[in-house]
């Protein structure tokens, strides 16, 4: 099983924190399950008033990531699902998407939550999708990520040259 090995994150101090969740509209059962997953994630680490945008698919994640590091947000958390089919275009849409989050991240010095499933089918988006019977919930797990690099580079900013 995917997951295994997977740190168990201690995130605290997240008072203060701008945080936005994108997800996508495709696959509108795992994507519930991913959005819930984050929300409840922001809960618990005391996150005030995150904010969630749509987009219509994975694609399109990028652009909008860049677009609220731009406007101060602290975190991103990113959330998707692109299922292979029977054509390249998930290769190009999943490459696309991960380079893109990456260059955000880097390039923005914003962490991003990455919470992008690429899955060969329907069930393994279900498995990770933090529904009941899930066996992962990769919405929370992204999230937690994000605000503990978040928090983390919080930290770093306080360091004295």
Request: aromatic share 6%; proline share 4%; net charge negative.
């Amino acid at each position: 099983m995917s997951g295994e090995g997977a740190p168990v994150l201690s995130v605290q101090d997240c008072r203060g924190l701008r945080v936005a969740v994108i997800a996508s509209l495709w696959h509108e059962k795992v994507m519930d399950g991913l959005i819930d997953g984050a929300q409840r994630a922001l809960k618990e680490y005391g996150v005030e008033e995150p904010e969630l945008f749509r987009v219509p698919g994975s694609f399109e994640l990028p652009v909008v990531a860049r677009g609220l590091a731009a406007r101060g947000f602290n975190a991103v958390v990113a959330l998707g699902v692109v299922i292979r089919g029977g054509t390249p275009h998930f290769d190009y849409v999943c490459e696309a998407a991960t380079m893109g989050l990456t260059q955000v991240s880097v390039d923005t010095g914003v962490p991003i939550g990455f919470g992008l499933l690429t899955c060969d089918d329907e069930q393994q988006a279900v498995d990770r999708a933090g529904l009941p019977g899930s066996k992962e919930d990769k919405g929370f797990e992204a999230t937690s990520a994000a605000l503990s690099t978040a928090v983390l580079l919080r930290q770093i900013a306080t360091i004295k040259h």
